[in-house]
């Protein structure tokens, strides 16, 4: 099954395939692509009113203070990897060539069973080629590496802390949007013209089982730069992101909010869980 009305070709090999750390020396870099609603959303302040203005000048020349300290630092591991698609799930290989052994690992997506806001029954599996081999990135990355060695200049100012934690966190979303740049035009570099593709995140609508962090986590290996997870599966640093690199020019976002029993079984079926396990992972979803 497929939402896809127009089939598409696997998409491109990727520049440099494989997994790679990547670090950002200068973080100013990141500032122009700061999303300050959301900023905003944090403090429970109204986007584009007085209040606003003020905050943000004053959380800006804050972040100011806080890059100069030269401390904060930003890095992560970005990866490629070739993938065969079966039914909503994909096989994971490490190489082209090893496409005939077994996979490294699988990734499990799950479907919509409505339609809602002009989408209609997608998956993310719609977004690879289910006769031959395609790719798929994957990223785990934080702005905030270190943030706790420079929490200890604010001098056990609550309010400081706080705020550069927020700032830290739009800091961290800022690196997501200037390393998917990056893969379009250098890493990949599938979209040299127009960008276009989308990094979904596990536990976020368009994938919302947040389960699926643990084969990301496998396959990346971030514990080397500094980012750890708990048992819980919380990212460490807070103020970290996980997720896909999709090439797929019609690849979009879209809210998987209701799936029915009969995908819950089939999932569960996948995922090797027992029936049980799936309803305390996807229950809110039924």
Known sequence: MSALKEPWLSSPA???PGRREVFLEDLSKLIPLIDWHFFDLAWQIKSRSEESVKWQKEAKSELNYLLSLKILRAGGVIAFFPVRRFGDSLNVYETVESI???????LHFLRMQEELDGNAFCSVADFFNPKSVDWIG???LSASLDLEKAIEKADGDMYRILLWKTLAARLTEAYSEYMHREVQKKWWGYALGEAFGVRPVPGYPTTPD???IETLWHLLMPESVGIT???SKMMVPEAS???YYIAHPLSHYFNIRRIGEDQLKDYAS???W???KAREELGRLL
Request: aromatic content about 8%.
């Open 138 to 140: 994957m990223f785990a």
């Open 229 to 231: 997870m708990t048992s």
């Open 270 to 272: 996948r995922k090797g």
């Open 274 to 276: 027992s029936e049980k």
């Open 100 to 106: 005939s052994e077994k996979p490294l690992a699988k």
């Open 210 to 212: 947040h389960s699926e």
């Open 14 to 16: 990727p520049n440099f």
């Open 241 to 243: 992101v996980c997720g």
